[in-house]
């Protein structure tokens, strides 16, 4: 996978927006950028995923920068249960290789 | 449908005992994997199957061995549990042709070894 660099942790205040940033600048031809998080001892959830345009669906939007250096995953109206690790991956496009999770981003979303 | 489920939900073991661990999809999903938590660390890849009668290593293989009889079926074995194994193991499956494409997640088992 492409190296992805994420803060390790991050707070936001309940109601307002969770922007989680991930920079990716090795990425490269039509490798997608993926986003899953781990709420407390459950097992990973896939949130997102994009190539180059922007993208949203009904739990996060995805903004990709231009170069596609970098993306940001929005949670426009955080909740307490958006408590979570965030993980940005990025699968190698060639071959067929399994995808990689770093350690992430630990949201914690406070009243 | 229940997705993807995993049996048992928490084991404790005694060092040197073996024990199987099942993953069961309902989604006819062709690919599977088996990851392993530790705490404050990422998920790591220990085996996967791009289809039923196939099984390929991930990142950390040893000590552990798989099958997939059944394409909704992927078994992990501990021949000889040892403490390091101590950890939170994780199913997954997913649909698509790649292994990159999303991966739906079970709830989990917590293997404790002595």
């Known amino acids: 996978d492409a190296k992805t660099t994420q803060p390790p942790s991050m707070d936001c205040a309940e109601g307002r927006a969770a922007n989680l940033p991930c920079n990716h600048s090795t990425i490269s031809g039509n490798e997608y950028v993926y986003w899953y998080r781990q709420i407390h001892s459950q097992g990973p959830q896939y949130i997102i995923h994009g190539l180059k345009n922007n993208e949203t669906n009904e739990m996060a939007s995805l903004i990709i920068t231009e170069d596609r250096k970098s993306s940001t995953l929005i949670l426009p109206h955080a909740t307490l249960r958006d408590t979570a690790v965030y993980y940005c991956i990025v699968p190698r496009n060639s071959g067929n290789t399994p995808l990689v999770f770093g350690k992430g981003t630990r949201l914690s979303v406070i009243a | 449908n229940a997705g993807v489920t995993q049996t048992p939900k928490f084991r404790v073991l005694k060092t040197g005992q073996s024990m199987t661990l099942l993953c069961a999809q309902d989604?006819?999903?062709?690919?599977m994997y088996w990851y392993r938590q530790d705490p404050g660390m990422g998920l790591r890849l220990i085996h996967y199957?791009?289809?039923?009668?196939?099984?390929a290593k991930g990142e950390v293989p040893d000590g552990y061995n798989v099958s997939r009889l059944k394409k909704q079926n992927f078994l992990l074995g501990l021949e000889s549990a040892a403490p390091s194994q101590t950890s939170v193991y994780f199913c997954?499956?997913?649909?698509?042709?790649?292994?990159?494409?999303?991966?739906?997640f079970g709830p989990g088992t917590r293997l404790l070894v002595l």
């Open positions: 997954a499956s997913s649909y698509g042709q790649l292994l990159r494409e999303t991966q739906y």
């Open positions: 989604m006819n999903h062709e690919y």
């Open positions: 199957s791009v289809g039923e009668g196939t099984t």
